[in-house]
T-cell receptor
Framework: NAGVMQNPRHLVRRRGQEARLRCSPM?????VYWYRQLPEEGLKFMVY????????ESGMPKERFSAEFPKEGPSILRIQQVVRGDSAAYFC?????????????FGPGTRLTVT | AQSVTQLDSHVSVSEGTPVLLRCNYS??????LFWYVQHPNKGLQLLLK??????LVKGINGFEAEFKKSETSFHLTKPSAHMSDAAEYFC????????????FGQGTELSVKP
């Protein structure tokens, strides 16, 4: 059973471009979480999705950021018109259940650099 | 606000000596608590978790943690540090009715000297 996959592992964008980060959850997992790790900071929750539904986006910036988890295919975190402050590591995690007793399995992360 | 505090941003120990990484959480009904480890430029790996069963939780690689409700603490310990333990450690909490959302502490960087 392959783990959580994220691609690309490293992404460089110029200010004003769009960034698309992909996350393929573990097989059988229908719950996906995105977290952001800014330099010198811990991880912060961004958004929680189930197939075709956004359940909790309380951690997402109100502008330029969006996420989806379609019926088929990976979950996508999209950042429009990137700025230098978006430079961070973005981690995706998946779980078979939203029950907090279940472990979330993390992907290796996508490291976004905005130049 | 619901939160978790790691009391040390950096801990340095010598190989073979005990490790103690401290964590306190904001009080709430029946939290779930986790410790994750992150090696440089890698993803996060679960070390152990507490979900209202035994208060002393054993994890991988010889780590363990004790849930103390009266002190709202969940400190991580290991009797004898190994060089490979050098990494960033995160104390994490999840609260009831939060959809499994994880709240991370700021992290503690563990250095192990030979």
């Amino acid at each position: 059973n392959a783990g959580v996959m994220q691609n690309p592992r490293h992404l460089v964008r110029r200010r004003g471009q769009e960034a698309r980060l992909r996350c393929s959850p573990m097989k059988g997992h229908s719950h996906v979480y995105w977290y952001r790790q800014l330099p010198e900071e811990g991880l912060k929750f961004m958004v929680y999705l189930q197939k075709e539904n956004i359940i909790d986006e309380s951690g997402m910036p109100k502008e330029r950021f969006s996420a989806e988890f379609p019926k088929e295919g990976p979950s996508i975190l999209r950042i429009q018109q990137v700025v230098r402050g978006d430079s961070a590591a973005y981690f995706c995690a998946s779980s078979p259940s939203a029950d907090r007793s279940y472990e979330q399995y993390f992907g290796p992360g996508t490291r976004l650099t905005v130049t | 606000a619901q939160s978790v505090t790691q009391l040390d941003s950096h801990v340095s120990v010598s190989e073979g000596t005990p490790v103690l990484l401290r964590c306190n959480y904001s009080s709430s009904y029946s939290p779930s608590l986790f410790w994750y480890v992150q090696h440089p430029n890698k993803g996060l790996q679960l070390l152990l978790k507490y979900t209202s069963a035994a208060t002393l939780v054993k994890g991988i690689n010889g780590f363990e943690a004790e849930f103390k409700k009266s002190e709202t603490s969940f400190h991580l310990t290991k009797p004898s540090a190994h060089m490979s333990d050098a990494a960033e450690y995160f104390c994490v909490v999840s609260y009831y009715n939060q959809g499994g959302k994880l709240i991370f502490g700021q992290g503690t960087e563990l250095s192990v000297k030979p």
